[in-house]
């Protein structure tokens, strides 16, 4: 049995330690969030937040998690109550099959809460190890774009040191 | 509203002649005098859609006695957002609030069978009837509100889900259903509502999937969780063709959570009660599996070679003219595609569960039917024991492995009885074993007279087959793996005006001589079927590259040189709005290294219409394609959800912007050696262009013509147009990748 934190609550997990924690939330935890898309760390499907920095859930053993602060898309908001990025996908529709899409908003996540100002170069680079196969770039960047204008506002946070391009 | 238009129907007119199926009927979306003629059938049927296949009205829309509207379909979601449009469709026809509505998607024992969910033809054929058929049922409805309330239909309107009557009377759609039967066949003419009173229809509501994609909700059938579920993984032949020649299953055995390795000639599967088990299980029961090799796959580096001395089938698909007399100058030039994969994001998923000798499949499938037909010929079942269950999955953009899994979990399940198996491909296996889009050969000789005018036009087209799909189980991976194995059919062609290898191969410009023969090859060195687009997408890129090449042998500008021979008005207003919007300026370089590029189709030279206008930057040094800027123009009919035809064109562009720069799939003498994002590296967001712009041009008075489809082939043109216009070199072979690009520089 190992405990882990994960949304802000504890779960205890009864699975060998070398299983990649991507597995145990689906499988285990009933967690839809995070997807399989390699199993390799090559294209983010699987992006889920370790003390707030993104990490590929597919090649974490759970070994390596305890005590550490998991967060996936479920910890953000709900369908009925979203939270500021989740809403910013929605009001830009940025989806097409969306399986991309809450690896996506979880890298984006882990780049908002360390920089509420970033440029929108840095948007781009954050989001580099994130593949999309539909080809809604363009939206995935306006709708975390739109996240950091709308909490980087509420927040009053100073500005960012980069100027956008 | 104009009241000759008015429901003015008693329930006999409506249903008079009660089994009659089609009766003549023709209406193009709001020509509505047109719906008032009696028109000839052949005439009327195409536009109907899939309700003339499939007249029953309840076939389609059901409502319940609280009222609840359930919309039927025999489509699938695959991502471009066919359901909100559908749902639209129907809400305003009833005049039922969106919400209200629920849909079912295809399902072999729910809905209608609309064959398969492909070639963008969902909106004309699914849109068309859910359209037409909620019309019906408000005017029946109506009509039964009219014999209730003792008025003429024409009095009464509908709204919120209710009849109403002008003194204030009202009866709620649950109540009119009530012992009444919707089991009844559409009849002509429908009056759909006119274009100024559609409140839904028209506007860019939210879809109604993306909520639960964007929270973790369940939404593909990877989130499928059925009780007593176990996984499975497939162990697949280490190269194409290999024999399974020996088997250790220990490794596997001692895995914790196996249960079963599943066997059937060189078909190989393992099932563990969890899944990271079940991949442990795989690893150790590939270990144990020894494998007749086979070497059954062309050599790479001859692979245009190969597919030339392969026999084809040579069809002539166009002739006209007779003959140049006064050419000045002709052009030559050859085009080359490589294979290039779907490359879904989320490897191929489907769940299975057999019980008391009957089989459910839950598959992303682009067919529910006919796979539940390939699937039964799999287990030799009879059709009427499998149902199969359409749920999404990642995009699939054609015909990639959904089919094969399906074929797959079934084989599985059977040998599990009682327990649904959920069966997920690795990436590996994803890459290595979907069918691929095919590698393609073309060539194009124009002529030009003194003046620059274009008088001549030759193209050939070989292609190996773009539609593979099942079928029957000969068309199934684990159908050829099996111990008594299935064939497939010889492939045929698809015939235009469609076209497989040759769609869109005929330019749509007015040529006074034109010849264009297709060859198609029904030969599959390495397997192929239908990728988005199709041929396509290569002829499009080869001729729309080449009307370039011969606009600047004309000197002219490539914008006005395409608009000398196009006629249809439609097409002319997408060229002039891309080019308006982009700001295209005859003979202009946007700056140093910096080029623009322009590109013209229409899809299928019958469905929607894009113009493309892009902007490259090419880094002379490592020989990258950035892009700036791209915008276009798409009419693709009446425009239902403009931001849903504005996401499916955005990513069909950056998807084959994709495509068109980095995509290749390697490949060796035994199996496909691309097989995962490092060996088969497509767009990250470091190339993702500068901006995209969609503009519509949208015809309220014509029928759909589908938008999934249109880009591709305009994007891969636009963009080596632009490069030739950056750098002054052609560079005609696929993909215009970093090393390509340096090597036709001479860096």
Same mark, same amino acid.
């Given at each position: 049995m190992m405990a882990l934190d994960v949304n802000g609550t504890t779960r205890q997990v009864d699975a060998d330690p070398d299983t990649p924690l991507l597995y145990v939330l689906r499988n285990d935890l009933a967690l839809n969030g995070a997807k399989f898309g390699c199993g390799l760390g090559q294209c983010g499907a699987c992006t889920v937040m370790v003390d707030g920095n993104a990490v590929f859930?597919?090649?974490?053993?759970?070994?390596?998690?305890?005590?550490r602060r998991i967060t996936t898309v479920e910890g953000l908001g709900t369908a009925e109550n979203p939270s500021p990025l989740q809403q910013a996908f929605i009001d830009e529709q940025a989806a097409q099959c969306g399986y991309c899409i809450a690896g996506m908003i979880m890298r984006a996540q882990a780049l908002l809460e360390r920089n509420a100002r970033p440029s929108d170069a840095e948007i781009r680079r954050q989001m580099q190890p994130n593949l999309c196969r539909c080809g809604t770039h363009m939206r995935i960047l306006r709708a975390v774009r739109r996240a950091a204008d709308a909490m980087g506002s509420a927040s009053a946070a100073p500005a960012g040191g980069e100027a956008r391009l | 509203m104009n009241a000759q238009f008015q429901?003015?129907?008693?329930?006999?007119?409506?249903?008079?002649?009660?089994?009659?199926?089609?009766?003549?009927?023709?209406?193009?979306?709001?020509?509505?005098?047109a719906a008032q003629e009696v028109q000839?059938?052949?005439?009327?049927?195409?536009?109907?859609?899939?309700?003339?296949?499939?007249?029953?009205?309840? /076939?389609?829309? *059901? !409502? +319940?006695?609280?009222?609840?509207?359930?919309?039927?379909t025999g489509k699938a979601e695959l991502g471009q957002g066919i359901k909100t449009a559908l749902v639209q469709l129907a809400a305003d026809e009833l005049s039922v609030p969106l919400g209200s509505v629920a849909l079912v998607t295809a399902d072999t024992a729910r809905t209608a069978d609309e064959g398969y969910t492909a070639a963008s033809h969902s909106m004309e054929e699914s849109g068309t009837a859910i359209w037409h058929a909620a019309s019906q049922v408000r005017h029946i409805l109506t009509g039964w509100a009219a014999e209730r309330l003792g008025t003429g239909a024409g009095e009464l309107r509908a709204e919120g889900g209710a009849v109403l009557a002008p003194d204030g009377r009202r009866i709620g759609y649950g109540e009119l259903v009530a012992g009444r039967s919707l089991h009844v066949a559409a009849a002509a003419p429908s009056r759909l509502k006119p274009v100024g009173e559609y409140k839904i229809i028209?506007? /860019?509501?939210? *879809? !109604? +999937?993306i909520p639960a994609k964007v929270t973790g909700g369940v939404a593909y059938v990877q989130d499928l969780r059925l009780p007593g579920m176990v996984h499975a993984r497939i162990v697949r032949p280490p190269s194409r063709g290999a024999r399974l020649t020996g088997l250790?299953?220990?490794?596997?055995?001692?895995?914790?959570?196996?249960?079963?390795?599943?066997?059937?000639?060189?078909?190989?599967?393992?099932?563990?009660?969890?899944?990271?088990?079940?991949?442990r299980a795989m690893q150790a029961l590939a270990a144990g599996a020894t494998w007749q090799r086979a070497a059954a796959l062309p050599n790479e580096d001859e692979i245009f070679e190969v597919l030339r001395r392969l026999q084809s089938e040579e069809r002539v698909i166009k002739a006209e003219g007779g003959g140049v007399t006064n050419a000045a100058q002709t052009i030559e030039a050859r085009y080359l595609r490589p294979y290039q994969m779907h490359g879904s994001i989320g490897p191929s998923c489907a769940v299975a569960l057999y019980e008391n000798d009957a089989l459910t499949v839950w598959s992303h499938t682009q067919g529910a039917f006919p796979l539940r037909a390939a699937v039964s010929e799999l287990l030799r079942m009879p059709p009427e024991k499998v149902r199969v269950i359409h749920m999404e999955g990642a995009g699939c953009y054609g015909h990639n492995a959904a089919d094969d899994v399906g074929g797959d979990a079934a084989l599985v399940a059977r040998e599990m009885p009682g327990r649904p198996v959920r069966v997920q491909w690795m990436r590996e296996q994803e890459h290595g074993w979907?069918?691929?889009?095919?590698?393609m050969i073309t060539e194009a000789s124009g002529q030009l007279d003194a003046d620059g005018n274009l008088v001549g036009w030759t193209y050939d087209v070989w292609s190996c087959p773009h539609s593979t799909r099942p079928g029957g189980a000969g068309w199934l991976l684990p159908g050829w793996e099996i111990e008594s194995p299935f064939q497939p059919d010889r492939p045929k062609p698809i015939p235009q005006p469609a076209g497989g290898g040759d769609r869109n191969a005929i330019p749509l410009y007015r040529i006074p001589n034109v010849r264009v023969v297709d060859h198609f090859i029904p030969e599959i060195p390495i397997r192929t079927s239908a990728l988005r687009s199709l041929g396509a997408y290569m002829n499009v890129f080869s001729v729309e590259s080449f009307m370039d090449e011969l606009a600047r042998a004309a000197k002219a500008d490539p914008v006005a040189f395409r608009m000398r021979y196009l006629e249809d008005p439609r097409a002319r207003a997408v060229v002039e709005t891309a080019a308006e919007k982009f700001g295209w300026k005859p003979g202009e370089k946007p700056g140093p290294g910096r080029g623009q590029g322009f590109a013209f189709?229409?899809?299928?030279?019958?469905?929607?219409?894009?113009?493309?206008?892009?902007?490259?930057?090419?880094?002379?040094?490592?020989?990258?394609?950035?892009?700036?800027?791209?915008?276009a123009a798409i009419d693709s009919g009446l425009a239902v959800n403009p931001d849903g035809i504005r996401n499916q064109t955005e990513g069909g562009i950056l998807q084959a912007s994709s495509w068109t720069r980095f995509e290749e799939v390697r490949f060796s003498t035994e199996e496909i050696t691309s097989r995962d994002w490092g060996s088969y590296p497509i767009m990250r967001f470091e190339s993702v262009p500068g901006s995209v712009e969609v503009h519509i041009v949208n015809r309220p008075d014509q029928p759909f013509l589908g938008t999934g489809e249109g880009a591709q082939g305009p994007t891969a043109a636009a963009i080596a147009n632009a490069v030739a216009d950056a750098t002054g070199v052609r560079i005609r072979t696929l993909p215009l990748s970093p090393k390509r690009v340096k090597a036709a520089l001479g860096v």
């Open positions: 859930s597919c090649v974490t053993p759970i070994s390596l998690l305890e005590g | 429901p003015n129907l008693t329930r006999r007119t409506l249903l008079g002649g009660g089994g009659a199926l089609v009766v003549s009927f023709s209406l193009r979306p709001f020509a509505r005098a000839s059938e052949a005439e009327a049927l195409p536009e109907w859609g899939s309700l003339k296949d499939n007249p029953m009205l309840d /076939s389609w829309i *059901r !409502i +319940d006695a609280e009222g609840k509207v359930t919309v039927f028209g506007t /860019s509501v939210a *879809r !109604i +999937d250790d299953t220990r490794g596997a055995e001692a895995i914790p959570g196996f249960l079963k390795v599943v066997r059937n000639g060189n078909f190989l599967a393992v099932v563990a009660e969890r899944e990271f088990q079940a991949i979907e069918p691929l889009g095919s590698a189709a229409r899809y299928k030279n019958l469905a929607c219409y894009v113009a493309i206008a892009v902007e490259a930057e090419v880094d002379a040094g490592t020989g990258y394609i950035h892009l700036p800027r791209i915008v």
